[in-house]
């Protein structure tokens, strides 16, 4: 079972341990769903999982995945079919440039290509690869291989089982799409804009230098204790007029979900939409205070 999942690149924390088989929970009928979900819950949290009435931020995430499950969700996830969406609701100018779409790994045309991009596949989670420099990369054909091996095991299987039926990937057709890579002198910088019932309330600004920071904002820009990210070192900066643009964008992309999390990079002073996530962590989020996922879970409001 190990090595099944190793072989299709996935690291062990991402792993859903026995007995809980990708082939038996890829080839479950879906009125069993709900208690497969509270078997996987358990093991993950060390709790029962409340699916009558939800309370915590990582409970009313799973009710969503069983009950609010729209094709809508489906289009929107993937990566490639999003963009067409994003291009109508906000304009073209906050897609990053798309190199190339194809359907294995073997058509890619390197020859095509700048010095730096990055490969991933649309259907699933931190499937990619990014490529800094084109010509030290295809010299390492131990590595060329690796790289292909990687992506034609993950164009062959579904991400919604991996870490408990995350539906919205659910039906995606697979592909590969080879986007730019932004990567320049000032470090990266990510915004993540949770939004409860269609209005922007969180906001967590990520800056990838050495080491990571982080800040999350509450709804007035006011600094939160709430943390997602326990590994990064706090940073307590004013906000930002490049994430205030990026939470009035998620305003407008968010207005018709229960719960999406926008996320944004900002590039050269220029932002630019990278996903939607309607399923933040899978809903398996160990807070390190409780009182905040029971603050997140009255944010949410299921009825409406």
Known sequence: MLDFFFKHGISKEDIPSPPYDYDFLLNLTPEKYPLYLEKIFYYQMGKKLNLSHPKTFNEKIQWLKLYDNIPLKRNLTDKILVRDWIRKQIGEEYLK???????????????????????????????????????????????????????????????????????????????????????DDEPLIEYEIYCFNGQPQLYQKVIYSHPVECCVYEKDFSISDICFNTGYRKNTEVADSILKEAVELSRTLAKDFKLVRVDWLRHDNKLYFNEMTFTPFSGFFKFSDESHNLRLGKMLDLKK
């Open 97 to 183: 440039p798309i190199l190339l779409v194809c359907k294995t790994f073997d058509e890619i045309d390197f020859s095509s290509l700048p010095n730096k991009f990055i490969i991933k596949t649309n259907h699933g989670s931190k499937w990619n690869y990014k490529i800094k420099n084109k010509e030290q990369f295809l010299s390492e054909k131990r590595l060329v291989q690796m790289v292909r091996d990687n992506f034609n095991s993950w164009l062959n299987v579904s991400f919604f089982p991996w870490v408990g039926f995350e539906m919205q990937y659910k039906g995606i057709e697979p592909k590969i799409l080879i986007e730019e890579l932004l990567i």
